[in-house]
């Protein structure tokens, strides 16, 4: 009962605050115009994209990258190798928390045993699981200890928020998600949930004031609603604007449209461990051939996108560009058929996600048609992505999946190891060649070698063709003419760098 | 009386029990949080330490008496992505979820009502056709479709009205209209087909017959019966649009109970379906009882043993 | 048996009611021999083709009368085609949720005592789900397909059904006539049927068409969740759904599907009042 009253009282406190507080005024103002709420400001909760915009303005990380994908430095100003296992990090001395404290190699330390803690049950840290400690040299140098070589850590660490230990010590994980201090750009001014988090720049910052003194996130489930807001000014940013709608846009005369290369590579997923006709390797290839990639990104995303040859978009490291897709070839498709021993074709089930991506249940229905003329029957189910996932990681499965995946580290080991080797997330396709490359590749820490094993593993999964290769999408962001800004590569959306003007 | 109410409220006790049990089971139907919260290359290890940290690797039922030990305690859990209490989170949004339907319902009782007993009394007139018109468009048109239209033509063609959102009176507009509109049509045809029945009745012709005035005729027994169906309809419109008014909240990005349900019924956060459905269940009952005490208002022979 | 006389009579009495029947006539003849009638096959898509007006508007052309979809589709067979499954929907989880909740709150309102209790407490645990939940919920046991729509949407309505039913069966079994035929040593069945069913019949019929059209959306929303007919077949909800997105660059992706909803919920609307009127 005393939790009872007392959330109520909570929740009484928080409708006077939220009525009380002010919103910045709009001139100074950039809005965001976001699909769904922050589930957590601690970024070690953090799980949805929207949440990684927000806490990137709250809390510094150690390497950022720059608008070009590349990894720089930030609050750590220097880092090295010093063997294949150990990584040496300088920090900036001129670093502090909103709160006062000061962030040292110790803050360092303090957050990554806060997001091991397993009361905190941190979601997205199994990437982290390769660091088996930091040593701290002294309060601006400190050393991560990895248990194998690891040459995808600095990327990882542009996803390395540090947070103050005196205040998350203090309060704990859970009120620093509601209540968050950091030392980034921006610092918490207001957060209505689901309707908007407010964000004040935070004149103190190292790196200086940000320009734009508030940023809105507001929370607009309805893409329609969305693209109305951008074409009335009442938002100055609205991302995964479809293509069709950009004359609308442009005609309001307020919006430019924006555009960057989306960080998701798409594909089919096949099965080869059931008894289809998918162990076989032609089949797989005949599926490549049958689908017409450019024709899809033509019609349906306006030509905005481009056809992969592998599970790598170009902005990943190791992205071979001489290795081609495979095309659309429907006559090459069925003489593969007929020699895998199809030449009547075959029956297949496939499933596709709804709302989950731009124009997913359109996407899978052209595939399905498209299949369908070389004589690939495809029994396609639309469902929703709660069950979608749960049967994409289940034995017994469909054995054709729609899926899109990034990587927020543009380093390809996230994908391949959990898609293409056994005893990994999804360990529906053995090939002992392809498996020891990505193993070697993933430990191998001059860039020069790591790059050339790559290369050969986008040949070699062109040949054993595991997948069925879609596209990598161009993402469109609607933009308000007073707003100067940029969209990047990895679907972030940074308003420190950004400017208002009238 | 002072029976009843107890009666009453000696049953919301098993009904809570039961919406309990049924949500349990039926959430636990769905799916698998831990799969939606890691990203999906988390190895099988961390699913599996996830799940168990979340209570799911032990026997439903031993899950179903924690859960029902912390309803006891008034604690409905915490919420898998927010981390908070889910009935806190509940009852954050109800605010808004009772402001857009309190206003909705009120103000299609208001038009409504009256329409549809013109519309009876003037029966076969032209008004009467016009009105019936009007309220057949009025429920045969997707509300999805009535908001975006409002919203193309009120917010980016004429600019007068702000698109969605909530915290002025201009942002109530837009989505009190399109929820408006199909209560209205639907109370309104209830009102008119009740109106002409009772018209027929015995009773209403012996009393015309008397010579009594044909104004309070049909004020006195007419209306009385007309609108015990208006008013179950009433009450059954309250309750769906207290967790049910997706459609307009999301087009209107109103921070309302039923969105939040939906996006948790999405994300399988098993919590605040459960807290959202126990709350929604007793406001139910809060209005069906408020029903039954209306009808009784309504025509006293409907006694309360 | 003269029921269908008199429906008959009022046919022919009731000019909006023939008209109104006639439509309807119509659409299920078109839905019957759909796929002889339409032009296209309604699953070809044409890529090439996509989002072409309707015929008279600028860009669009006769071979598409309403244009095509977001697929090159032929709109117009797609509409033809989706009044089998909409009109079944619509028809079916009716039928279901009107027979089981018209039942239970007759009988609960006439008897009153634990089972009236029972059955109304069910109806507000019931009442109080979103479909949502329950459509996931069904689909992890029986698996998508038109049985899982009927069966959610009919699970769904008929709380309704039954609180109306109760509602006015409490107040109608007060009446003296009633409470004579009671009286009387009528047996419940009759009393039910003969007098107190006609008597609350009015505005049952009056709920069912209003949930037509709130089922035949419905329907959409639960193809959405994976749970209905397969996409290869199409709907008006469906229709409405998957053009959503395309409302302000492609109206008639819309319109047209929801102008047939629309204008079949409409028909049935006269139909019902023209019927309940008759019956009151």
């Given at each position: 009962m005393r939790h009872l009253v007392r959330t109520i009282v909570a929740v009484g406190l928080l409708a006077v605050l939220a009525s009380g507080a002010a919103q910045g005024p709009r001139e100074q103002t950039a809005v965001v115009a976001i699909n769904i709420d922050s589930s957590s400001m601690n970024p070690w909760l953090s799980t949805t994209i929207t949440d990684k915009h927000v806490v990137t303005h709250l809390f510094d990380t150690l390497l950022m990258r720059a608008e070009d994908m590349t990894v720089q430095p930030h609050v750590a100003s220097a880092y090295r190798p010093v063997d294949d296992t150990t990584w040496e990090f300088e920090l900036r001395d001129d670093v502090f928390f909103t709160n006062g404290e000061q962030l040292t190699a110790h803050s360092v330390a303090f957050t990554v045993a806060h997001f091991r803690d397993p009361d905190l049950n941190a979601p997205s840290i199994a990437q982290f699981a390769l660091i088996e400690r930091v040593d701290v040299i002294d309060d601006f140098t400190f050393r991560f200890v990895t248990s194998r070589p690891f040459p995808a850590l600095p990327a990882l660490m542009t996803e390395f928020w540090i947070v103050p230990e005196g205040y998350t010590a203090e309060v704990g994980g859970q009120t620093l998600g509601v209540a968050p201090v950091g030392s980034g750009p921006y610092t918490l001014a207001q957060w209505v949930r689901d309707e908007r988090i407010v964000l004040e720049a935070n004149p103190d910052h190292w790196n200086g004031e940000p320009a734009v003194r508030f940023v809105e996130f507001r929370v607009v489930p309805d893409q329609n609603t969305r693209i109305a807001q951008a074409q009335t000014g009442e938002a100055d940013i609205v991302a995964q604007v479809p293509a069709e709608s950009i004359p609308l846009l442009e005609r309001s005369g307020r919006v430019r449209v924006a555009e960057a290369p989306g960080p998701r590579a798409y594909f089919l997923t096949l099965n080869t461990r059931h008894d289809t006709p998918l162990r076989d390797v032609r089949v797989r290839q005949a599926l490549n051939y049958a689908i017409d990639v450019d024709a899809i990104l033509e019609f349906i995303f306006e030509g905005r996108g481009i056809p992969l040859a592998s599970l790598l978009t170009p902005e990943q490291f190791g992205h071979d560009p001489s290795v081609e897709p495979f095309g659309y070839d429907p006559e090459r498709a069925r003489e593969l058929l007929a020699e895998a021993g199809f030449p009547a074709g075959f029956g297949i089930r496939m499933e596709a996600p709804t709302a989950r991506y731009p124009?997913?249940?359109?996407?899978?229905?052209?595939?399905?048609?498209?299949?369908?003329?070389?004589?690939?029957?495809?029994?396609?189910?639309?469902?929703?992505?709660?069950?979608?996932?749960?049967?994409?990681?289940?034995?017994?499965?469909?054995?054709?999946?729609?899926?899109?995946?990034?990587?927020?580290?543009?380093?390809?080991?996230?994908?391949?190891?959990?898609?293409?080797?056994?005893?990994?997330?999804?360990?529906?396709?053995?090939?002992?060649?392809?498996?020891a490359l990505i193993a070697q590749a993933r430990s191998t820490v001059d860039a020069d070698e790591r790059r050339a094993l790559y290369s050969e593993v986008q040949q070699l999964t062109r040949e054993l063709a595991p997948m069925v290769y879609l596209y990598q999408l161009t993402e469109l962001y609607a933009v308000s003419e007073r707003l100067d800004w940029q969209p990047r590569a990895d679907e972030r959306i940074y308003l420190w760098t950004a400017s208002l003007h009238d | 009386m002072l029976t009843f109410l107890l009666g009453r409220l000696a049953q919301a006790v098993p009904t809570l029990i039961g919406t309990s049990v049924v949500v349990f089971l039926l959430v636990h139907m769905t799916g698998d949080p831990a799969l939606l919260m890691l990203p999906p290359d988390a190895p099988r290890s961390q699913v599996e330490a996830f799940r168990a940290s979340l209570g799911f690797d032990r026997p439903l039922i031993v899950q179903y008496g924690d859960f029902m030990r912390g309803i006891a305690r008034g604690d409905l859990g915490e919420s898998f992505r927010f981390r908070e209490p889910a009935l806190g989170l509940v009852l954050q949004r109800l605010p808004a979820t009772v402001q857009l339907a309190g206003l909705a319902v009120l103000l299609a009782s208001l038009i409504g009502i009256p329409?549809?007993?013109?519309?009876?009394?003037?029966?076969?007139?032209?008004?009467?056709?016009?009105?019936?018109?009007?309220?057949?468009?009025?429920?045969?048109?997707?509300?999805?479709?009535?908001?975006?239209?409002?919203?193309?033509?009120?917010?980016?063609?004429?600019?007068?009205?702000?698109?969605?959102?909530?915290?002025?009176?201009?942002?109530?507009?837009?989505?009190?209209?399109?929820?408006?509109?199909?209560?209205?049509?639907?109370?309104?045809?209830?009102?008119?087909?009740?109106?002409?029945q009772a018209l027929q009745q015995d009773y209403v012709r012996t009393a015309r017959a008397k010579g009594l005035g044909s104004r309070s005729v049909l004020f006195k027994h007419a209306l009385r019966n007309t609108l015990i169906p208006v008013v179950t309809m009433i009450g059954l419109q309250i309750g769906h649009l207290l967790g049910g008014a997706v459609v307009t909240e999301t087009i209107f990005a109103w921070p309302g109970v039923g969105r939040l349900v939906v996006d948790a019924v999405h994300a399988r956060d098993f919590p605040i379906v459960q807290a959202a459905m126990l709350v929604i269940v007793t406001l139910f009952i809060a209005v069906n009882l408020v029903v039954d005490l209306v009808y009784g208002l309504l025509d006293p022979r409907i006694l309360y043993e | 048996m003269t029921w269908h006389r008199d429906v008959f009579r009022a046919l022919r009495r009731d000019p909006r009611l023939t008209t109104s029947a006639g439509f309807l006539l119509l659409v299920l003849l078109a839905a019957t021999f759909a796929p002889v009638i339409v032009p296209h096959d309604p699953n070809a898509q044409n890529l090439a083709l996509r989002m072409r007006p309707p015929a008279w508007v600028e860009g669009g052309s006769w071979s598409h009368p309403l244009g095509t979809d977001q697929l090159g589709r032929d709109l117009l067979s797609r509409v033809v085609v989706g009044a089998r499954v909409s009109l079944l929907v619509g028809l079916a989880t009716v039928a279901v949720g009107l027979t089981v909740g018209a039942t239970l709150g007759t009988v609960a309102g006439y008897v009153g005592g634990a089972f009236e209790r029972l059955v109304m407490r069910l109806a507000d645990i019931q009442l109080s789900f979103p479909y949502i939940l329950l459509t996931l919920a069904v689909i992890a046991v029986f698996g998508p397909g038109l049985l899982t729509v009927v069966l959610v949407l009919g699970l769904a309505s008929w709380p309704a059904y039954a609180r109306m039913a109760r509602g006015n069966t409490l107040s109608v079994k007060r009446r003296d006539y009633i409470a004579a035929a009671i009286a009387l040593g009528g047996s419940g069945t009759r009393v039910l049927t003969r007098h107190v069913g006609p008597n609350i019949a009015n505005a049952l019929v009056i709920l069912a068409t209003l949930q037509v059209s709130q089922m035949m959306m419905a329907e959409a929303a639960l193809s959405f969740l994976g749970?209905?007919?397969?996409?290869?077949?199409?709907?008006?909800?469906?229709?409405?759904?998957?053009?959503?997105?395309?409302?302000?660059?492609?109206?008639?992706?819309?319109?047209?599907?929801?102008?047939?909803?629309t204008s079949v919920v409409v028909a049935f609307n006269f139909l019902g009042d023209a019927l309940s009127d008759r019956l009151g």
């Open positions: 124009k997913d249940v359109e996407v899978a229905q052209v595939i399905a048609a498209q299949l369908g003329a070389v004589g690939v029957d495809v029994d396609l189910s639309i469902v929703e992505w709660g069950t979608y996932i749960g049967q994409f990681r289940a034995e017994d499965g469909p054995p054709i999946f729609f899926l899109g995946w990034s990587i927020p580290t543009f380093d390809p080991d996230s994908i391949l190891t959990p898609l293409l080797t056994t005893g990994h997330t999804y360990d529906r396709f053995e090939d002992p060649e392809l498996e | 329409l549809g007993v013109l519309s009876a009394t003037a029966r076969g007139s032209w008004i009467d056709a016009f009105a019936r018109g009007a309220f057949f468009l009025g429920q045969g048109i997707p509300p999805f479709w009535l908001g975006l239209m409002l919203m193309v033509v009120f917010s980016v063609q004429l600019g007068v009205l702000p698109s969605s959102g909530r915290g002025t009176i201009a942002q109530l507009v837009m989505p009190v209209t399109t929820l408006t509109v199909f209560l209205t049509a639907s109370l309104a045809r209830l009102a008119r087909g009740g109106m002409i | 749970a209905g007919v397969p996409i290869t077949t199409p709907t008006w909800g469906g229709m409405l759904n998957e053009g959503q997105r395309y409302i302000f660059t492609a109206w008639w992706l819309t319109t047209f599907p929801g102008l047939a909803l």
